[in-house]
């Protein structure tokens, strides 16, 4: 069973196009996080939501919490945003993570 | 102020070893949560510490387990070290001053990878 699943697995973009990464989840939710993993292993927060909309730059992070549902957009990505995007809610007691997309970016 | 640092970053192990692995949170972080990321099974929840106190616990043996110190640095255990845990282990902490609410910024450091042969 996923709590959380995420979607595509796996982008290639052309630099400069806008990217939706989806993530939907099973449970109730204290908090929906966006994690940003680059080769190496390194992960960075992004964002935590627990409603509406945030942004940062050129990342924006939105969440329904009646569709339990969340996406992280990229506008005019860049190859530098070439890394692996994980989705993560918190119900309070654990997290759960969804598998991951993997996004490439090409100059 | 100085990230997360664990502690080593690399780790070679036989079966049946065990092993313990240390993270020294930002200063001022109390809880300290920690997580194993394998290519087959993603990124998975162990366990949160606060106040010297395991809070949380993800679903994992016993053979799994950790502490907290006085100055909040943690370790994590693993004894009768399986092929299946090989592994990056993740740690993180967080200004969480509640147990549980997951509504705080993790700060996740680098990562000590565990080879088991």
């Known amino acids: 069973k996923n709590e959380v699943e995420q979607s595509p697995q796996n982008l290639t973009a052309q630099e400069g196009e806008f990217i939706t990464i989806n993530c939907s989840y099973s449970?109730?939710?204290?908090?929906l996080h966006w994690l940003q993993q680059h080769p190496g292993g390194g992960i960075v927060s992004l964002f935590m939501?627990?409603?509406g909309k945030k942004k940062h730059g050129r990342l924006i992070a939105t969440i329904n919490i009646q569709e339990k549902h969340s996406s992280l957009h990229i506008t005019a990505s860049h190859p530098r945003d070439s890394a692996v995007y994980i989705c993560?809610?918190?119900?309070?007691?654990?997290?759960?993570f969804g598998t991951g997309t993997s996004l490439t970016v090409i100059p | 102020k100085a990230g997360v640092t664990q502690t080593p970053r690399y780790l070679i192990k036989t079966r049946g070893q065990q092993v313990t692995l240390s993270c020294s949170p930002i200063?001022?972080?109390?809880?300290v949560s920690w997580y194993q990321q394998t290519p087959g099974q993603g990124l998975q929840f162990l366990f949160e510490?606060?106040?010297?106190?395991?809070?949380n616990k993800g679903n994992f043996p016993g053979r799994f387990s950790g502490r907290q110190f006085s100055n909040s640095r943690s370790e994590m255990n693993v004894s009768t070290l399986e092929l299946g845990d090989s592994a990056l282990y993740l740690c993180?902490?967080?200004?969480?001053?509640?147990?549980?609410?997951?509504?705080?910024?993790?700060?996740f450091g680098p990562g000590t990878r565990l080879t088991v042969l």
């Open positions: 510490y606060f106040s010297e106190t395991q809070r």
């Open positions: 993560a809610v918190s119900p309070g007691n654990q997290f759960y």
């Open positions: 200063s001022g972080h109390r809880s």
């Open positions: 449970v109730g939710i204290s908090a």
């Open positions: 939501l627990s409603s």
């Open positions: 993180a902490s967080s200004t969480r001053t509640t147990s549980g609410s997951g509504t705080d910024t993790q700060y």
